[in-house]
């Protein structure tokens, strides 16, 4: 058996301006993933977790918290474009201390047998 070094995603080098990754698909940000998002990243700001704070706002519900998406275009049932906004985020350069995996490699190879 031979373990493989899976994709560890792009480092600044890999990059280049105008890149743009498009995703195949559609996915509808739910409440419940704004809570969590909210919660790991210990956003204290109510109006993404508090339904009575999102419903006295000028938007009238909770909101998504920002960070939760990379550059979002967002289309209506009709195809047209109702939002858009960029944002910022950090990477590490190849060979960076801190972009080395902290996953733990284990001592003995995998056994394939159940005993």
């Not at 070094?5 to 990754?21: I, K, L």
Request: proline share 3%.
């Amino acid at each position: 058996m031979v373990v493989r070094q899976g994709w560890q995603g792009r480092f600044y080098e890999d990059f280049e301006a105008g890149d743009v990754y498009q995703h195949p698909l559609g996915r509808t940000i739910t409440e419940t993933d704004n809570t969590w998002f909210t919660l790991l990243t210990m956003n204290t700001n109510q109006a993404h977790f508090n339904a009575q704070v999102g419903a006295s706002s000028e938007f009238g519900r909770m909101l998504v918290a920002s960070p939760l998406t990379i550059r979002t275009r967002t289309l209506n049932q009709d195809a047209v474009e109702v939002l858009t906004f960029k944002r910022t985020f950090y990477v590490h350069r190849r060979g960076a201390e801190r972009a080395a995996s902290l996953f733990p490699v284990a001592a003995a190879p995998l056994s394939l047998d159940n005993g």
